[in-house]
């Protein structure tokens, strides 16, 4: 009799099927049945290279579902469903075959509720490689899991894993390229802390000419690049190993960004350049990856956003932020916001009296949103512009107690700054040459690195897939790691 192991809506089945002993597998009238494998059982060395055939019966119709040899194959995958009974049979006459695979109910191909991803995403991967290996065993049939199904256990998968499985088949190919099944799962990769060289030889535009690229910025998994010896920028996937090159911004350019939009995922750059005749004037362009062809100035708010001081910018992951630089005073009070999603600038008016020495306040990334620390006591007093579009800043300030003080040895010389908050952690650095990782719940340091900021630099990202118009393979010289 089939042994059944309940899993919620799917039930793992398992049959021994002896030699000259069919058995008919009832499925009942509101599941589906899968058979994923069939494997020897009771394998002696005194049988030798025995070939067994397997057959299936449905209805008056008997197929060879494949072949095993006890000393060369002894498993092979399936991976067919069923609506109604079946009989199974081989013909070792001196030992046994199991064939197992899931049962389901029906509701399950067509509603969202999902199996449990760890029971399915073997039998499901290895069924897809060896039935491209193995076209002779395949027998055309109705694919075990629904379209929704398949998506959503991929989705969960290691990114190069995936790259790897776009060979599988055709609709695996289209579905892991496809721009929805991307965005999912880039929100389900974990976040990574990457201490990594800021370096990377690679040619240039030409194909030909050796340069290094030095990375400038980062977001959502690629990386922003530029020459040394061109001074061309340009986008690479460390991932996907492609890159696209990007027209020239104007002249006087000295700072560029990389940015994706949250409603729209469409990636755009922002360049800051200075006007040469007028040195103390600088200005914006933006590029928008797969719609634009060259760069488009915006239009500034006043003229007072011209002088802002380039060492006081901050960038997250939707805007840049900067202050006005219109007066003496080590904190300003407005602060000036463009919006790169719809290309538009706000200005916010800082809260006065937060703070008990403008001269220790420093500005920093706090999940995602512009934010000003003050560190007093073993205290980090915070103040977050909630929704720079709105004006909103945090109600009060918020106070996030330090407990690592005696750990670490704070003194007036050994300057201590934080540097971002990301999930609950917050990022210090320390002297400018190592950094350590804070969990406010906790109250732990989780992490401590080292930073050189000569060759290496160390930053946040997620792996991605995500591709543009135009990429190319990454072409490495000769000689160089690819890691």
Known sequence: MPKFQSMSSMEFWCVEIKGGEPLKVEIGCDKILHLAQASLHALKKDHGDVSVSLFLKTGNQVVVLGNLCIGKQHQVFVDLVFEKEIELSHNWKDGSVHFCGYKFYKQLATTNKRPARSLCVKEMLEAGFENKRKKDYVLKAVP???????????????????????????????????????????????LLMVYDEEKR???????????????????????????????????????TRQILFLPDPCNGTVEVSIYRCQSTYEFKLVSIYRDEKRSSMQGFEIFTIDRDDEWRPLKLPSSQVCRMDLEMLRKTRQAIYYDDGSDDSDLYSDVYCLDVESECFFINVLPQGLFSDSNKVLALDWDGCLAYAEIVE????????????????????????????NEIQITEDNFLAPVIFISNKLYFLILEDKLFVYDIQTRQITERKPVSW??????????????????????????????
């Open 201 to 239: 030889v690679g040619f240039g535009i030409s194909g030909t000419i050796q340069e290094t690229f030095i990375r400038v910025d980062h977001i959502s998994g690629v990386i922003l690049e530029k020459g040394d010896l061109s001074h061309k920028y340009r986008i690479r996937n460390p991932i």
């Open 144 to 190: 075990f899991f629904p379209n929704e199904i398949i998506f959503e256990i991929l989705s969960w998968l290691p990114a190069e894993y995936l790259l790897k499985f776009k060979c599988v088949c055709k609709e695996w190919y289209y579905l892991i390229q496809d721009s929805n099944f991307i965005k999912v799962h880039f929100s389900r990769t974990p």
């Open 454 to 483: 000569e060759d290496k630099s160390l930053y946040t990202t997620r792996h991605s897939l995500v591709t543009f118009k135009g990429m190319q393979p990454e072409k490495i010289p000769q000689g160089v790691d690819l890691a």
């Open 378 to 405: 073993e205290k980090l007093n915070v103040i977050i512009l909630e929704d720079f579009r709105k004006h909103k800043w945090s109600q009060r300030k918020i106070i996030v107690p330090l407990t690592f003080f």
